[in-house]
């Protein structure tokens, strides 16, 4: 899955769309880059999950109170003592064993693990979330893949339902759900044990494993066939980016001596008439009334507006950072499959 995420981030790197902050059009970032914090999230993932897997331990060979009372009786006489045995059985599952337990290996053992396994399953979520509201029809610039058979819905032959996606997020809750439950196994096993974790822990463990896995085979799936609607990526940018130039328009207009007050609340009024034009289906008028409002020409000449309007201004260097991140993740992962 990062690999998949990181080709298509340096693919789109310098691609501009539209960045949204809560969920309202906000200013200019690029596909590749908003693939990044997607990533981004994914390769902490896998950082923690490779440590927790390494110091993950077991309970070992302790009889049934932890204190080796029967396996000392076992190999009275013989040349092996009771840590030997453990030691070698320990070692054949390639497994630690904890050094004191009772009955069982510390049922905290289970939570931490399961706090740690769907450590991708909020981030899997998220990109899955997006995903679904990139490709409502109110955007419309980037969807999950659509077999040519493939039925969306039952009932309304029209329909492109984001069904993987949603799949990926009705997952990641149940995994979520389960950390409370190993938490309560934890905290409420009594002296050496009790038998209140055992029905539970037949679920909770391999489901949480089953669930992260299909959650990362469906986004593998998903992001290898995830489709980028350029031109419709375009109409959202050109309905919306405009909006964007009033911050740098107010700077330099604010530099050159007008009143930064006055300024942003004559910025304000001409945004909420631009407003009204885009809600009516219209092309966005904000920087030619910019370019032709008297009390910014007082400041500002209409080249200089234009040029600060311009949408690679509002870029920054999120496209160099883009490619730079996914080139390096790239890296990362070809050094870590040759030591592995």
């Given at each position: 899955?990062?690999?998949?995420?990181?080709?298509?981030?340096?693919?789109?790197?310098?691609?501009?769309?539209?960045?949204?902050?809560?969920?309202?059009?906000?200013?200019?970032?690029?596909?590749?880059?908003?693939l990044?914090i997607?990533?981004?999230?994914l390769a902490?993932?896998?950082?923690?999950?490779?440590?927790?897997?390494?110091?993950?331990r077991?309970?070992?060979?302790?009889g049934?109170?932890?204190?080796?009372?029967?396996?000392?009786?076992?190999?009275?006489?013989?040349?092996?003592?009771?840590?030997m045995?453990?030691?070698?059985?320990?070692?054949?599952?390639?497994?630690?064993?904890f050094?004191?337990?009772?009955?069982?290996?510390?049922?905290?053992?289970?939570?931490?693990?399961?706090?740690?396994?769907?450590?991708?399953?909020?981030?899997l979520?998220?990109f899955?979330k997006?995903r679904?509201?990139?490709?409502?029809?109110?955007?419309?610039?980037?969807?999950?893949?659509?077999?040519?058979?493939?039925?969306?819905?039952?009932?309304?032959?029209?329909?492109?339902n984001?069904?993987?996606?949603?799949?990926?997020?009705?997952?990641?809750?149940?995994?979520?759900?389960?950390v409370?439950?190993?938490?309560?196994?934890?905290?409420?096993?009594?002296?050496?044990?009790?038998?209140?974790?055992?029905?539970?822990?037949?679920?909770?463990?391999?489901v949480?494993?089953?669930a992260?896995?299909?959650?990362?085979?469906?986004?593998?799936?998903?992001?290898?066939?995830?489709?980028?609607?350029?031109?419709?990526?375009?109409?959202?940018?050109?309905?919306?980016?405009?909006?964007?130039?009033?911050?740098?328009?107010?700077m330099?207009?604010?530099r050159?001596?007008?009143?930064?007050?006055?300024?942003?609340?004559?910025?304000?009024?001409?945004?909420?008439?631009?407003?009204?034009a885009?809600?009516?289906?219209?092309?966005?008028?904000?920087?030619?009334?910019?370019?032709?409002?008297?009390?910014?020409?007082?400041?500002?000449?209409?080249?200089?507006?234009?040029?600060?309007?311009?949408?690679?201004?509002?870029?920054?260097d999120?496209?160099?950072?883009?490619?730079?991140?996914?080139?390096?993740?790239?890296?990362q992962?070809?050094?870590?499959?040759?030591?592995?």
């Amino acid at each position: 899955v990062l690999e998949l995420l990181a080709r298509r981030a340096l693919e789109l790197a310098a691609v501009p769309v539209m960045a949204f902050t809560h969920l309202q059009p906000a200013e200019p970032t690029t596909a590749g880059y908003r693939l990044c914090i997607y990533a981004q999230d994914l390769a902490g993932d896998l950082n923690a999950l490779q440590t927790l897997r390494a110091s993950i331990r077991g309970k070992g060979l302790k009889g049934a109170a932890g204190t080796r009372a029967s396996y000392a009786a076992l190999l009275a006489g013989s040349a092996i003592t009771p840590e030997m045995l453990e030691t070698m059985v320990m070692n054949s599952v390639q497994l630690q064993a904890f050094p004191v337990t009772g009955q069982t290996s510390p049922r905290k053992e289970g939570w931490r693990v399961l706090s740690g396994l769907p450590a991708p399953a909020p981030g899997l979520s998220k990109f899955a979330k997006a995903r679904r509201l990139l490709q409502s029809p109110l955007s419309g610039e980037m969807a999950e893949p659509f077999g040519q058979h493939q039925v969306g819905s039952s009932a309304m032959p029209f329909k492109r339902n984001p069904i993987a996606s949603e799949k990926i997020g009705s997952l990641g809750r149940l995994a979520a759900s389960f950390v409370d439950v190993a938490w309560q196994n934890a905290a409420l096993s009594f002296l050496e044990r009790t038998l209140d974790d055992s029905a539970n822990r037949r679920e909770i463990l391999p489901v949480t494993f089953l669930a992260l896995d299909e959650m990362l085979l469906t986004a593998e799936r998903l992001v290898r066939g995830l489709v980028f609607d350029e031109a419709a990526a375009r109409r959202t940018f050109e309905r919306f980016a405009p909006f964007a130039a009033t911050e740098p328009v107010l700077m330099a207009a604010a530099r050159a001596g007008g009143d930064r007050q006055a300024l942003h609340e004559h910025l304000r009024e001409l945004s909420m008439q631009a407003w009204q034009a885009v809600r009516a289906d219209q092309p966005n008028p904000l920087i030619a009334t910019m370019q032709a409002s008297p009390e910014l020409l007082r400041w500002l000449s209409a080249t200089e507006i234009g040029r600060l309007a311009a949408p690679d201004l509002y870029l920054g260097d999120a496209p160099r950072r883009a490619a730079d991140f996914a080139a390096a993740l790239l890296q990362q992962l070809n050094t870590h499959r040759e030591e592995n």
